[in-house]
């Protein structure tokens, strides 16, 4: 089946500092990725959705450039957190559909604290 | 936009216990999956399930899509069972490239 393999899981990074999340469909091609962010105890939030080859959407109140996100092939998409924040700690997720009539696969997600 | 509710928003079992967990959704929709978070943050789908009736051992997922709800059967618990199970809807074209609504998730334990 589809897999969608997140890099890094784990990332602890001091305030000020960007960090770049990497989101790879390994045995798709995946035209569109989903970015979605969840805190702890809650339910997961879409950010954004990432299209290959142009710039992402945005849900609304997402910074755009704050949640960098580029989508320059059909099996990478990332997203890059610039100038981190406590605030911003959280677990980011990304997802794709796979081939066909396919349910949306998940990668394991990253979990971002910012000292 | 569509909303989606989720019950119960907790629910203990004994293991071996049966439960059913619901899912409201406020408009039609052409996709609707179960998933399954661990306790490591692991999103593991359990169904697609836009409409009809699946089974996949222990478990299995009815979506009736007239009446706007799906539930999610869970048969014999196991202390594995336990985790945040997330009901998550799109209303898009199916299998495209739409954008997933998801609950707020029903937390299961299940004790030994």
């Known amino acids: 089946g589809a897999v969608v393999s997140q890099h890094p899981s784990r990332v602890i990074c001091k305030s000020g500092t960007s960090v770049k999340i990497e989101c790879r469909s390994l045995d798709f091609q995946a035209t569109t990725m989903f970015w979605y962010r969840q805190f702890p105890k809650q339910s997961l939030m879409l950010m954004a959705t990432s299209n290959e080859g142009s710039k992402a959407t945005y849900e609304q109140g997402v910074e755009k450039d704050k949640f960098l996100i580029n989508h320059a092939s059909l099996t990478l998409s990332t997203l890059t957190v610039t100038s981190a924040h406590p605030e911003d700690s959280s677990f980011y997720i990304c997802?794709?559909?796979?081939?066909?009539?396919?349910?949306?696969?998940f990668g394991n997600g990253t979990r971002l604290t910012v000292t | 936009g569509i909303q989606v509710e989720q019950s119960p928003p907790d629910l203990i079992l004994q293991e071996g216990a049966n439960s059913t967990l619901r899912c409201n959704f406020s408009?039609?929709?052409?996709?609707l999956q179960w998933f399954h978070q661990n306790p490591w943050g692991q999103l593991i789908n359990l169904f697609y399930?836009?409409?009809g009736t699946k089974q996949n051992g222990r478990l299995s997922a009815t979506t009736v899509a007239t009446e706007r709800y799906s539930l999610l059967y869970i048969s014999s618990s196991q202390t594995t069972d336990s985790g945040v199970y997330f009901c998550a809807v799109e209303k898009g074209v199916q299998g495209g490239s739409e954008k997933l609504v998801f609950g707020k998730g029903t937390k299961l334990t299940v004790n030994p």
């Open positions: 997802s794709a559909y796979g081939t066909g009539d396919s349910p949306l696969h």
């Open positions: 399930i836009p409409s």
């Open positions: 408009d039609s929709v052409n996709n």
